[in-house]
């Protein structure tokens, strides 16, 4: 019972509930600096390439997860006040909505933003020149290969890396198995149409049995 009484006087008590929300810094402050931060991240993620989204070894999900603890003080300042993060956290939803809707109306500004894709395998062969400017070595492309369900790089046709860093894979048509199955087909066409002729007379045979009755 006591410990009922302690913890509703601790909830009565105006002083945490001024601290909790009670904001340490100006809103303009709270603003400016999400806005200033959401633009430098968007920035760095572009001049250091597609590879950091695509999180390909334990060293670029270390950068991401740090990356995202560093930036938290730039966010918030000196506040830890629930309505600074409040105010934080809809400033950056709203400076991302519109930022993807003017994006959307200007095609031509999201390239330049996003960057275009990267092509790492052509016609069966590995681009040498896309590989170096991910900086990516051909093990963790077999990597992203096999993560497709392509046991080696000789069964891929075309590779690209989006700018989102996702792999897009296209794998070689198998071309002998294509031959050997129209083969088979040639060899069963001559019993296809017989059969397909005994199934007319025995249409036909049917319906002459029907008529006699």
Known sequence: MLMLIALASELWNAEMWREMFELSLPVADKVIRTVLVYFALVLL?????????????????????????????????????????????????????????????HRRLDQLLEGTPTVLVENGAVRREGLAKELLTESELLTVARRQGFAKLEDINSCTLEPGGTFFIEGKSPSGQTTESAEKQSELAPIVERLDTLSRQLADLRRELLDSR
């Open 45 to 105: 993620l572009r001049v250091f390439g597609k590879r950091e989204l695509a999180q390909l070894n334990p060293f670029d999900l270390v950068v991401l997860l740090s990356l995202a603890n560093t930036v938290q003080n730039a966010f918030i300042g000196n506040d830890n006040s629930v309505t600074g993060g409040l105010i934080g956290a809809l400033t950056l939803l709203a400076i991302n909505y519109l930022v993807v809707r003017f994006i959307f109306r």
